[in-house]
């Protein structure tokens, strides 16, 4: 059996950062890189001649470091913030029926910015034309509103 004495570590550390940075690459999905932060930093340690415990703890300290610090970033990049469209923008604001809005028949219109919209009635309820509404959520092209 080979013993690699603390000294010769860096070998062993070049082909972790290696392999580490093979696996990123191959998964794109920031799987492996604060490993591979970690064995840059007892890379670092094997050089100037740190004893191998040493350079374990370095390296798990790094690493732990390097996910603590990046986890916002992570966050950000895996969950990304939802963008609305203009059309989101109308949530919320009162619209005017332009037609009936009946569920059942499948009709229904509001006008809202100036423009008109597809509309049907949040709570299945009729609402006469003319009436003030307050639109609840999107759905496709179609707006779902309630009375005021």
Known sequence: MVEISAA??????AAMIAVFAI???ATA???SIWFVIGAIAALAASLF????LIQIIIFIAITILALVITRPLVKKYIYPKKEYTNADR???KIAVTVEEIDN?????QVKIDGKIWSARSTDDSVISAGTQVIVDKIAGVRLFVSTK
């Open 104 to 108: 059942i028949h499948s009709t229904g």
């Open 90 to 92: 109308v949530i919320g």
């Open 23 to 25: 696996i990123e690459a």
């Open 8 to 13: 010769h570590m860096y070998i062993i550390w």
């Open 49 to 52: 001649n740190a004893p191998l």
């Open 29 to 31: 999905q920031l799987v």
